[in-house]
């Protein structure tokens, strides 16, 4: 956050949400402040369609799909979206089908999964057609339904070729793994099969912590551990790049000793996933400068040592040393790198 976003968020801050803008809140991270003062303005003016719509998507958006129906059902067409994807989250298929329409394709996506769901099969592939059209083979779970349906209607050789896309543009989609883990369970292939099948029972308690994780995330969208819990999630299914990004948000948003779990976990990416040792260094050395932690430098000196680089080793844990001139494990680190204690 930075410019006229980033000024405006450090006094809602600074006032303590005290008269501040709903939007100002939300934009800090306040959700809960923020969807507060809403309904307080919505009270004094309850005519206000706009601001209603805006706080049924905020929660929406908060997971409270409950209270998102219950306060949309007065918006008219305006609010279907938000009815149907309540709906749907509510896990009632038949009633989120009344108000789902077709203009984006997470409205199809859900539209394609209810109706399969309540086994209309056939009009699940004339959404999931235009749904394709849309996505245009970029979408790994669109790739996974498109397999499903050509394995329904008898046609496996198309089942696995969309599977096996899908699998292209996401190793860890669960609906590919199990799809052509069971569509290959017998005959010759059976070992892939069964690999595949396996995978999917591995990464299926992975994507549950990750969907916790970013819940969290849209929840506390300011707090650093959240997203550090969602590069945790990531990198525990492979997705480096993704944990990455993660791990760089919660790096900036942390401060204090709440950096260095951050930072620990960031550098260890890095150096063991990247095998970036300079970039594991300087985002451990970076957030000592900010938060003096002789953790992030013995960590450095780690990673050094790991690397081959025992002079650039002895230097970091010779400068943790002065930070904490009685910890036993680091004059054993110096002693047998043979550095002076």
């Known amino acids: 956050m930075n410019g006229l976003a980033g000024v405006l968020a450090a006094a809602v801050l600074a006032l303590g949400g005290q008269g501040a803008a709903p939007e100002e809140l939300w934009r800090a991270g306040r959700r809960e402040e923020a969807l507060e003062a809403w309904w307080r303005e919505q009270e004094r003016a309850p005519g206000d ?29 305006e609010g279907a979206r938000v009815r149907g994807t309540a709906l749907y989250r509510l896990g009632r298929p038949a009633e989120a089908l009344g108000e789902l329409g077709r203009g984006s394709a ?61 699998l292209e543009l996401d190793p860890v989609e669960p609906g590919a793994l199990h799809g052509l883990g069971l569509l290959l369970r017998s005959g010759d292939r059976r070992p892939e099969g069964l690999a595949l099948l396996k995978r999917h029972r591995e990464v299926t308690p992975l994507l549950d912590q990750l969907e916790f994780a970013q819940r969290g995330v849209d929840l506390g969208p300011t707090h650093a551990a959240n997203h550090a819990a969602v590069g945790d999630a990531q990198r525990a299914l492979g997705r480096v790049d993704a944990a990455l990004e993660a791990y760089r948000t919660a790096d900036r948003l942390a401060s204090g000793d709440a950096l260095v779990p951050v930072a620990l976990r960031h550098a260890r990416l890095l150096a063991e ?10 985002v451990l050395e970076s957030a000592f400068e900010r938060c003096q932690s002789a953790k992030l430098l013995v ?8 690397s081959g680089d025992k002079s650039g080793a002895r230097e970091r844990w010779t400068r943790a040393l002065v930070l904490r001139p009685q910890d036993a494990e680091i004059r054993a680190r110096l002693e047998a790198a043979g550095g002076k204690q």
């Open 49 to 77: 369609r706009a601001r209603l719509l805006r706080i049924v998507e905020a929660e929406l958006a908060v997971h409270r799909y409950a209270a998102a129906l219950e306060h949309a059902r007065g918006l008219g067409p």
């Open 299 to 306: 960590r450095a000196g780690d990673v050094l040592a790991e």
């Open 106 to 166: 997470a409205e199809l996506a859900m539209r394609v999964d209810a109706l399969e769901m309540l086994q209309r099969f056939e009009e699940a592939d004339r959404e999931l057609a235009e749904l394709a059209r849309v996505t245009e083979g970029q979408s790994a779970s669109v790739e996974a339904m498109l397999g499903r349906s050509a394995v329904r209607r008898g046609d496996t050789a198309a089942g696995e070729r969309h599977f096996r896309r899908a």
């Open 273 to 282: 996933d990247r095998k970036d040792v300079a970039s594991a260094v300087r």
